[in-house]
C-alpha cells in the first residue's frame, strides 16, 4: 500500500513527525505540487493520497486507477472532486472540528489587535518614543473596550459558538445567525435574522462556510445595515465578503476597523483592495498553525487512514 503526501509543506514545513503516517506503510513525501501533469505524475501508482490544497479532478483521477483513498489534511474538501471520487469508489475523508480552539483564539487575537494596537505601540516603544514622552504614557490610537459591546456572529457552529462563549466571558452581549439553530447555541447568544444582527452588532465575526449563498454575502448592501464604526472580523472563508466594498467602508470611515485572516484569492494577489485599505489587519491564513492544532490532524488523518484499512472508513464526506 503506496501512500504519496502532495502538499506535505502545509501541515508540516519541518516542525513535526510524519511517523504516523509512515506506519502503515512506503510514504513519498512531496513539499508542494503545483499542475495536472505533475500532481499525476506524482501520484503514479499509489493507494492513498494525503493533501491539502492539491486539486484533484475526475482528469486527475482518471489519470491514477490505483488511487483508493483520498485524505484531505483539512476540514475543508472542496479541491477534491468528490462526485468524480465517489463514482470510482475512492471514500474522501476530511479531518472535522480540529481547529476550534486555535481560531477562536485567533479571532480574539484580531479583534483584541484592532481594540489597542499592541504590535504599534511595542514598535514606538522600542524605536525610544516612550523613552522621550513627557509623559508618563501615550497612545497613538483610539483604545476600545469589549465590555458591554454586542457581538454578531453568521455561522454559529462549534467555532461560532466557541467565539461567542469567549465573547460573554468578556462582558459582550452576543447575537447568532445561522442556518440552524441549536440548544447549545441558545445557551451562548440570542439568534436572530441577519438584517438585525448586522444592524445592532459592534463587531461582527464570520465563521461561516463557503456556499454559492454565503458568497460575497458582506457586499456594500450588507454594510450599509451595519452601525456606523462597526468592526469585522473574518477567519472563515475570503469569498464570503466584497473586499472592494469593505475597502471602501474603511476608506469612508463607515467600518472602524477589519481584520481578515482569509482574502479571496490565495497567497494574496498584489492587486488586492484590503491591502491599501486603512486600519486593516492581514494575516496569512495562519489562525490554524498552532502545533496543536496541527497535531490533532495528523491524528485524525492517521485514524482516517487506519478506519479506511480495517474496512471501516471515519470522517468520510462522500459515502
Known sequence: MKIVILDASALNPGDMSWDLIRAFSEVTIYPRTVGKD?????????????????????????????????????????VVDINAARDRGIPVCNVP???????????????LELCHRVGHHDKTVHDGKWAVCPDFCYWDTPQMELADKTMGIIGFGRIGQAVGRIAKAMGMEVLAYSRSRRPEGEAIATYVDLDTLLSS????????????????????????????????????????????????????????????????????????????????????HMAWAPMETRQRILDITAQNIAGFLSGAPQNVINP
Open 38 to 78: 505533475e500532481i499525476v505524475r506524482r501520484i503514479g501508482d499509489a493507494e492513498i493520497v494525503l493533501l491539502n490544497k492539491v486539486p484533484i479532478d475526475e482528469e486527475i483521477l482518471c489519470a491514477c486507477p490505483s488511487v483508493k483513498l483520498i485524505c484531505c489534511l483539512s476540514t475543508g474538501y472542496n
Open 201 to 284: 452588532s459592534d463587531i461582527i465575526s464570520l465563521h461561516c462556510p463557503l456556499f454559492p449563498e454565503t458568497e460575497n454575502l458582506i457586499n456594500a448592501d450588507a454594510i450599509k445595515k451595519m452601525k456606523d464604526g462597526a468592526i469585522l472580523l473574518n477567519t472563515s472563508r475570503g469569498q464570503v465578503i466584497d473586499e472592494a466594498a469593505v475597502a471602501e467602508a474603511l476608506k469612508s470611515g463607515k467600518l472602524r476597523g477589519a481584520a481578515m485572516d482569509v482574502v479571496s484569492e490565495e497567497p494574496i494577489s498584489p492587486a488586492n483592495p484590503l491591502l491599501s485599505a486603512p486600519n486593516c489587519i492581514i494575516t496569512p
Open 97 to 111: 472540528a480540529y481547529s476550534t480552539a486555535a481560531v477562536s483564539q485567533f479571532t480574539f487575537a484580531l479583534l
